[in-house]
C-alpha cells in the first residue's frame, strides 16, 4: 500500500485538474524504472484507465495505480509534497530504499 500525504493529496488534485484529469476518476499512476543515480528512480504520472496487473489504492480522494513489478519496490511507501525554501516538489519516503541519491529522485535496495 501507498500512502499520500495530504499536501500531496491537494497539489495531485490541483495539477490533476489543470491537466484535464478528474481526481475522483482518474489515477496517479506511480512507478519504478532502471536508471538515476543510485540505480532505481521513481515514475509519477497521471492516467485514466488501470490495467489487469495493475494494484490499484484509494487515498481519498486520490487513486493510485502501480503495475505488479514496482509495487514489489513500493510498499509501505508515502508519497509527499515539499513546497519549502529548500525545493518544491513530490518525495518519496520509501522504508524498502537502502540508499537514496542527494536529490532524492533515485533509490538502490
Keep these: ?3 499520500v500525504s ?3 493529496k491537494s497539489k ?3 495539477l490533476m485538474s489543470e491537466e484535464g484529469f478528474n481526481v475522483e476518476q482518474d489515477f496517479v499512476r506511480v512507478g519504478v524504472k532502471s536508471g538515476g543515480c543510485s ?15 495493475d494494484k490499484v489504492f484509494e487515498d481519498t480522494p486520490v ?8 509495487f514489489l519496490y513500493l510498499v509501505g511507501t508515502t508519497l509527499e509534497y515539499s513546497g519549502g525554501l529548500n525545493g518544491k516538489g513530490f518525495v518519496f519516503n520509501n522504508p524498502n ?3 537514496t541519491c542527494g536529490c532524492g529522485e533515485s533509490f538502490s535496495l
Excluded at 65 to 70: E, F, L, R, Y
Design 97 to 99: 530504499a537502502n540508499r
Design 6 to 8: 495530504d499536501t500531496a
Design 12 to 14: 495531485l488534485a490541483q
Design 39 to 53: 540505480g532505481l528512480s521513481y515514475e509519477l504520472k497521471f492516467d485514466n484507465a488501470s490495467g489487469d496487473t
Design 1 to 3: 500500500m501507498i500512502k
Design 63 to 70: 487513486k493510485i495505480a502501480i503495475d505488479k513489478k514496482s
